[in-house]
């Protein structure tokens, strides 16, 4: 492990476990690399002078010319004609948005972008992105009478809208929050997909869905793509809750665009990267060539945090009693004109050896994160197909999730679960379907079937 510390930087520590032991003839090696970031202050993005505090660019709202914010946000509100019903649904999205605002760290460029069938800035409205102080503040939460509900709804257009604020600013940290109450139905799915493969790598987002009316995997396709999170709120009361939770962890990140970079030697393949923790992500097609046998990851935006990847190399089999570097794993951030700056790196080996219970010894993070993808996967399946009607298949599936989720310790997943099939044998994944569903659970265990829970200490 190596530890590389800048000034202006968390400090980033690559902890890399595996079990490097290969029977003769195999190629395949895995290895859990843990990312962890720290020291970089509570206050939310970069320092600032004190001069910045309250002012920024001379073309923002809110200063005259000083230091780049360090970070910017842009508020995307879905106020379509479906935001009216219940009646108080669009009175609780303009009360979250207020609180998000509120949480706005001074110094940081914002934005108020109103959704239905095309973007429209509600504030501060001119193609511009306001510094954030007292009277920005101010002026953003009176201007969200302006949130009204009427429309259709077509999501490609806000994020599209909110990468031209976002675009304007110099911030290292670049995010949105998106809320939406229904699908995507007034562009077509590609004119969304073609929005966020534009997006992608220029900003973060997480997204939400308020009651039950949207489409789930829409709305995590949209925080998978943006490297952000995704989430229900079953009941729009809870929505001032989770926006200021957003909006906090939104302040409380410190460096953006940091890529995870995988070189691997002569006759060696990448055979995928993931992500799968807190979440799964696979970033395995998300590769971008960095040089001579290297390609980069995309990570997004870091504060005080730590997150685990799943990385499996193919390597050309060698001889017992050979070793290698299969893979050097580095985290990087570019500089524009110059090399990339080099946070953190980390080294995965491959021995092979005739030594039996060497090479069959499964590390216990490797183990405990294929565990987890599979949980991810068969609650993903059990769901589509209970969705089909295919009863047997979804029992199958529910059953088999339910008894991983043991296995490894995933209480939130478990609950869950027990909301939808009745549990008969835990341990060996016998259930029943439930007879009737309510669909905000069901949605619930589908938003969340991604989320994972760590490795217990006791397993290090």
Known sequence: MANFAKSNVPRFSVDVYQNPYLPAGAREVDAIVTVTATGGGTSGGLPLPSSATTAGPADAVGGTAAAPPSAAVVLMVDCSGSMDYPPDKMRHARDATRAAIDAVRDGVGFAVVAGTHDAREVYPGDGRLAVADDSTRAAAKAA????????????????????????????????????????????????????????????????????????????????????????????????????????????????????????????????????????????????????????????????????????????????????????????????????????????????????????????????????????????????????????HRATARLGRAVQLAALSGNGETARLLAKVVDVVDEAAGTVRLKARVAEADEMTLETRSTKTVRVKKSAD
């Open 144 to 391: 969200l009478r302006r949130l009204n509900a009427g429309g259709g709804t077509a999501i490609g257009t806000w994020l599209r809208l909110a990468d031209e604020l976002l675009a304007s600013s110099e911030a290292g940290v670049r995010h949105g929050i998106l809320l939406t109450d229904g699908r995507n139905e007034h562009e077509e799915p590609e004119a969304l997909r073609a929005a966020l493969d534009h997006c992608a790598g220029r900003f973060t987002c997480d997204a939400r869905g308020v009651g039950t009316d949207w489409e789930v995997k829409e709305v995590t396709g949209i925080a998978t793509a943006l490297l952000g999170t995704a989430d229900i709120v079953a009941d729009p009361s809870g929505l001032a809750e989770d926006f200021t939770g957003m909006m906090a962890a939104a302040m409380g990140k410190e460096v953006g665009d940091v890529n995870l970079r995988l070189w691997t030697p002569q006759g060696a393949e990448t055979a995928f990267v993931k992500q799968v923790a807190p979440t799964v992500v696979d970033l395995t097609d998300r590769r971008a060539e960095a040089g001579p046998r290297a390609g980069d990851f995309p990570t997004g935006s870091w504060g005080d945090e730590s997150r685990d990847y799943h990385v499996c190399v193919r390597v050309q089999p060698a001889a017992v009693g050979q070793e290698m570097l299969a893979a050097r794993v580095s985290l990087v951030r570019p500089r524009p004109g110059s090399a990339p700056e080099v946070l953190g790196q980390g080294l995965v080996r491959a021995l092979w050896t005739d030594d039996v219970a060497a090479s069959t010894a499964i590390n216990p993070q490797v183990a405990h994160y294929t565990g987890q993808a599979e949980l991810a996967r068969a609650v993903q399946q059990g769901l589509d197909a209970r969705k089909a009607g295919d009863e």
